[in-house]
């Protein structure tokens, strides 16, 4: 169960009515926003985490134990950039307690990648659940994402810099994590093999989305309040919608 956040812990004690089917769909599908959101910003706060983590003094003290290591077993200091064919089973053979430098930065773009296909939720196509749950593209929920969007963004620089923001998220989910375009991945053959290069997440993208997600969080709060008093207190709850635009 996803839990209410505040400030409509009071509205989630009173009972829906029956009757008013498409609000109770509508409020279902907002807390899936919410809760996708909340695992969003929980998987950015993590991936910055992360990408300190190598300056912690122990992960340190293991870089340095480990690569004394490396030159007691190959005469040679560690290049990131130039790898002979024996130096994984050579690193294998190092028992580390801490993740590595190189392991820290990875699982953060990692994160930050499922931050996106997270967020993304709010966006794609997801099925009802008749009585719950409603369809995450049709009208009523389109018209309530639009809502969240004006409460969160208040003016019209903000919505459109939002709006410029999330579409090359979108992209990216599309693209890159959900599925795999061929031109986003540059895939070059050559003699005797194939290369295929692709960015990770932008870091800079991401510091723009979790800042985003502090405003739409609480303005996703705001209108399930909203919906939870209208079902509440009367059937047809999406009049109040429809006669906002």
Same mark, same amino acid.
């Given at each position: 169960m996803i839990a209410l956040p505040s400030p409509y812990h009071a509205y989630a004690?009173?009972?829906?009515?029956?009757?008013?089917? =498409?609000?109770?769909?509508?409020?279902?599908?907002?807390?899936?926003?919410?809760?996708? *959101?909340?695992?969003? &910003?929980?998987? /950015?706060?993590?991936?910055?985490?992360?990408s300190r983590a190598p300056l912690s003094s122990a992960i340190q003290a293991e870089e340095i134990a480990f690569n004394a290591y490396f030159?007691?077993?190959?005469?040679?200091?560690?290049?990131?950039?130039?790898?002979?064919a024996e130096d994984a089973a050579i690193a294998a053979g190092f028992e580390r307690e801490l993740p590595s430098t190189s392991e820290c930065h990875s699982a953060a773009d990692?994160?930050?990648?499922?931050?996106?296909?997270?967020?993304?939720? =709010?966006?794609t196509q997801g099925y009802a659940a008749p009585g719950s749950v409603a369809?995450? *593209?049709?009208?009523? &929920?389109?018209? /309530?994402?639009?809502?969240?969007?004006?409460?969160?963004?208040?003016?019209?620089?903000e919505l459109q810099a939002w709006v410029s923001l999330r579409n090359v998220?979108?992209?990216?989910?599309?693209?890159?994590?959900?599925?795999?375009?061929?031109?986003r991945f540059n895939v070059q053959h050559g003699h005797g093999g194939v290369s295929a290069t692709i960015d990770g997440a932008p870091h800079e993208l991401c510091l723009e989305l979790r800042a985003a997600l502090t405003k739409?969080?609480?303005?996703?709060?705001?209108?399930?309040?909203?919906?939870?008093?209208l079902a509440a207190g009367q059937a047809g709850g999406l009049a109040f919608y429809a006669s906002e635009g």
């Open positions: 004690a009173r009972p829906l009515l029956a009757g008013d089917c =498409m609000t109770q769909e509508l409020i279902g599908r907002s807390l899936l926003w919410s809760s996708a *959101l909340t695992d969003a &910003a929980a998987c /950015l706060d993590l991936a910055d985490t992360l030159v007691a077993r190959t005469g040679r200091e560690l290049d990131p950039h130039i790898a002979f990692h994160l930050r990648k499922l931050a996106i296909v997270y967020f993304c939720q =709010m966006y369809k995450n *593209l049709e009208t009523e &929920a389109s018209q /309530l994402r639009g809502k969240v969007e004006a409460r969160a963004f208040q003016t019209p620089e998220l979108i992209e990216i989910r599309n693209q890159q994590l959900g599925h795999a375009d061929g031109p739409l969080q609480p303005a996703i709060s705001a209108c399930v309040g909203e919906l939870l008093q």
